[in-house]
């Protein structure tokens, strides 16, 4: 059987409400009143699309072993890197393989189910399997635009194979057009659309409904066969026009997350399609469409498995988790859109050597530490002769995964001197629970929250960007858990 | 057998700047202020000095690398220069040299000098010192030296159950006392009295350490000339000497960072040194035999917390002492007489041969009344190098002959 295996997602804890956007921008374009309903999820300043899909990829993989992950790929139109494999970077956080196929998609807003098919295609051809597939997007709308208003940031992940499927690929549908409702030019920052009228008209309203029918004629089943219908479509009127055309029913929608998240671009589709799945049940068929420069539909058929795979954050435990960003002035700053002063300590140069990141890359980008062969004690980062007082010596080391960890704090601080986009910087003197220790920056909390002893979970972050030279250099961080978290 | 550092140097004479924003001085200036004392206080002309050692921490924008500039700067002719550095304990580190470079028969008499120029980066507190190398901005915290001190004070806290608002307390009696010492001596950087009050109300640097907690970010040399008792004799006849009694160094393990067994409430180095350092210089009791205390108070839960690991205070009680006085000017344990890094300043450096400079001037009793410790003869000056969890102790023992 070939499938989606296993499911994870991801959302940022910060939140920015549409309405301090629109009290902020609205005096510019007042039609932005019009969207100032809900919320939209923000990366935090140490997150973009890699560091999200990463964490959506770490919950995905939950309880499966990583040696078995054969293919990477990764899907965004708003990836860090243009040159330097983005999906290579999620692969070594991710602790995976170095045989491993590794892919980037991108370019259009279907790229999303586009890697999903891929891996599907992969999988079925027999010669790579299984493949986890991770989308998400942290796109960029002026401020003052209906995009701002509208773009959230999050990520997904699906785990495709061919054993323990919980959702069974049954078919698909696709469609190529060069149908520019909005671009982004190689060197653009934000993104472009056209008259919306003619986007609702002549895309939505259009493109979907052909794609589905395709699906239908191409696997003999009517509509009213499925459980689910899901499709991006942030216009709220046309949803509705589009459920009426398409004759989808109440219960066959999948809420959007257009009030809670905002469009996600590559990964909304997906995002809908895990969310749907904390729900489904086995025998119940769901399709999934994406938009942008033509549609992809996927149909799936949930197994009896999907009940082994209750319980993990997903897209629901994220919903639950949030901050609001207190000012519209910390998300300018931390998307670049307006320069910050953040103090001359922060104009030291801090340039990557890449032989060195080369050199100690299990360290940096998986967390990678080494365990004592003689004593067994495990340590972080990587020690040639072994840090406890009562061995000292000088054996063999063996890996040993850090990210996958917990520990709790032995010591904290909020920094108000170091250079920080969300002073004081957090940070403080991690001990995992199953040995050794290592001080590390925190991130999504507060000063307040923090006490010794609270469990962190480690997450994968941006350490820091050198706008000389356009490097976005990664590291883990300690997120302390949230109450109720697991 | 080894037998130790203890009566076997003199210092025969010691100089120190004017601590401070020295907008005035570049780092060669400061060498030849701090030299020039130092040189006309031991009594001897430049030619006697046979080796000389250099401390300075920040090389690439003080006076760049190698013990060189200071041999150009002062001219020493052709002698052999040699340079320290090992963080805050630098100046000890040069101390130590020259006094081993004598005590091992290699030469007569020696020279140690200090010196930082800080006040030329642009901001406040030190700069990235790359503590773990390049690594260190690679998968280091984006910390600062408070923000690095300050988690002494959540685990103390957590540890020992004392809550936040009584350990502020504590260290505000703490830099109030320095601000005190420091107010009344002309050479100090910060020279202004403060009250608990202000310094508990003063803006938040790195939770829970506030403006005052921590200490001056400064520009000064200290120099000392060392030699051998018998040679002391010979230059100053009848004259009052002050003796190396110990010299001690500890470096972390790496387990305070990396393993397990550290209570992140103390510093297991400065433990560790103040023990050797002891029993190198014969004392039995700390609290009772030592009569002044030069801490490493960069922060005020520095010095807090190394009342415990000097062993004057009990593990857990450093508290009761502070509130109780014992440290203070007219207490028991007189400690940071000069006004100490808070207010004397720290050019890092400089510090440990500055901190050995306030026992020297109180041993033999060259100090104005108000602020001189009443029979001091035995003084203790404790530098602490690095993080509390990746640190370099030194401590020097000086006394009376």
């Known amino acids: ?486 | 057998m080894s037998t130790g550092i203890n009566n076997k140097i003199v210092i025969i004479g010691m100089g120190c700047t004017k601590f401070g924003e020295r907008w005035d001085a570049s780092g060669e200036d400061l060498i030849v202020e701090a030299f020039r004392e130092c040189l006309a206080d031991a009594g001897i002309e430049k030619k006697d000095i046979q080796t000389a050692y250099l401390g300075t921490h920040y090389d690439e924008m003080n006076l760049g690398k190698s013990a060189i500039p200071m041999a150009v700067i002062l001219k020493l002719p052709f002698i052999p220069v040699t340079r320290t550095e090992n963080f805050c304990a630098t100046a000890t580190e040069a101390f130590r040299g020259a006094c081993y470079a004598v005590a091992s028969g290699a030469y007569d008499i020696a020279l140690a000098l200090g010196v930082e120029k800080l006040k030329d980066t642009g901001f406040s507190g030190l700069p990235n010192a790359g503590t773990y190398g390049i690594m260190d901005f690679a998968i280091g915290a984006n910390w600062t030296a408070p923000g690095q001190f300050a988690q002494l004070a959540t685990a103390y806290s957590a540890k020992y159950g004392l809550p936040m608002h009584k350990i502020k307390q504590a260290l505000a009696h703490i830099s109030a006392k320095s601000h005190k010492n420091g107010a009344m001596n002309p050479r100090a950087h910060l020279r202004q009295v403060v009250t608990e009050e202000q310094i508990i109300a003063a803006p938040m640097i790195a939770y829970p350490l506030g403006l005052f907690d921590c200490c001056g970010v400064s520009d000064g040399a200290a120099a000392a000339i060392v030699t051998t008792p018998e040679i002391a004799k010979s230059i100053k006849r009848n004259k009052d000497f002050v003796m190396v009694k110990s010299l001690q160094i500890a470096c972390t393990s790496g387990e305070e960072s990396l393993y397990t067994n550290w209570d992140g409430a103390h510093i297991e180095t400065a433990t560790r040194a103040s023990l050797k350092a002891y029993e190198e210089a014969g004392v039995k009791n700390p609290r009772k035999e030592i009569s002044l205390i030069e801490i490493h108070d960069c922060f005020s839960i520095t010095e807090f917390v190394s009342y415990e690991d000097l062993h004057m205070s009990e593990r857990g009680k450093a508290y009761y002492d502070v509130m109780d006085g014992f440290y203070d000017l007219d207490g028991e344990l007189p400690c940071q007489v000069d006004g100490g890094l808070k207010c004397f300043g720290h050019p890092i450096g400089a510090s440990g041969l500055r901190m050995i400079y306030a026992l020297y001037e109180q041993i033999l009793e060259r100090v104005p009344k108000e602020r001189r410790v009443k029979n001091a003869h035995l003084g203790l000056a404790h530098n602490l190098g690095g993080l509390p969890n990746y640190s370099v102790a030194s401590i020097a023992i000086i006394g009376r002959d």
Not at chain 1, 175 to 194: I, L, S
Not at chain 1, 378 to 401: A, H, K, T, W
Request: hydrophobic fraction near 35%; include cysteine; charge should be neutral.
């Open chain 1, 1 to 486: 059987m070939l499938g989606i295996c296993s499911y994870g997602g991801y959302i940022p804890w910060y939140r920015l409400k549409r309405k301090d956007i629109s009290e902020a921008m609205g005096w510019i374009n007042p039609a932005v009143i019009t969207q100032a309903k809900g919320e939209k999820a923000i990366a935090n300043f140490d997150e973009d699309t890699i560091t999200m899909a990463v964490a959506a990829g770490i919950d995905c993989l939950e309880g499966i072993e990583r040696y078995r992950i054969q293919g990477v790929y990764f899907a965004s139109t708003s990836p860090p890197y243009k040159e330097r494999l983005n999906a290579g970077i999620i692969s070594a956080a991710l602790a995976l393989n170095d045989p491993i196929r590794a892919a980037d998609f991108g370019g259009a807003l279907k790229a999303g189910t586009t890697a999903l098919l891929s891996a599907l295609e992969g999988v079925e051809s027999k010669r790579i399997n299984p493949i986890i597939v991770s989308s998400s997007d942290c796109r960029l709308g002026k401020p003052g635009s209906i995009q701002e208003m509208i773009f959230g940031d999050a990520a997904v992940a699906l785990l495709v194979g061919d054993q323990d499927v919980i959702a069974e690929f049954k078919g698909s549908y696709s469609t190529t057009y060069d149908f520019v409702d909005h671009y982004r030019g190689g060197f653009a920052k934000y993104d472009r659309q056209w008259e919306d009228r003619w986007v609702r008209d002549m895309g939505y309203e259009t493109l979907i409904p052909e794609v589905v029918k395709g699906l239908l004629e191409k696997s003999q089943l009517k509509i009213s066969d499925f459980s689910k219908i899901i499709y991006p479509c942030h216009y709220e009127a046309e949803r509705k026009k589009l459920n009426k055309i398409l004759n989808i029913s109440p219960k066959m929608e999948q809420n959007n997350l257009l009030a809670e998240i905002g469009d996600v671009g590559t990964a909304h589709p997906l995002i809908m399609l895990v969310n749907a799945l904390e729900e489904a049940k086995p025998g119940d068929k769901i399709m999934v469409v994406s938009f942008g420069n033509g549609c992809d539909a996927l149909y799936f058929e949930i197994t009896g498995n999907i009940e082994n795979k209750r319980g993990k954050k997903g897209i629901s435990e994220y919903l639950a988790q949030k901050k609001y960003l207190d000012k519209y002035g910390k998300y300018l700053i931390w998307r670049e859109i307006m320069p910050g002063e953040l103090g001359l300590r922060s104009e030291v140069d801090q340039w990557p050597r890449w032989s060195l990141n080369w050199r100690k890359r299990k360290a940096i980008l998986g967390l990678w530490g080494s365990k004592c062969k003689t004593c067994g004690t495990v340590q972080y980062p990587p020690q040639n002769i072994c840090v406890n007082p009562d061995c000292r010596g000088d054996s063999e080391m063996e890996d040993f995964l850090f990210s996958d960890k917990k520990g709790h704090i032995v010591s904290y601080t909020g920094d108000n001197l170091a250079a920080s986009y969300h002073p004081p910087a957090i940070y403080g003197s991690v001990e995992f629970n199953m040995g050794g220790r290592f001080m590390f920056d925190f991130t999504d909390c507060d000063l307040d929250m923090l006490s010794v002893g609270m469990p962190v979970t480690m997450s994968f972050r941006r350490k820091y960007y050198d706008p000389k030279r356009d490097v976005v250099n990664y590291f883990w961080k300690a997120r302390p858990m949230k109450r109720g978290e697991r």
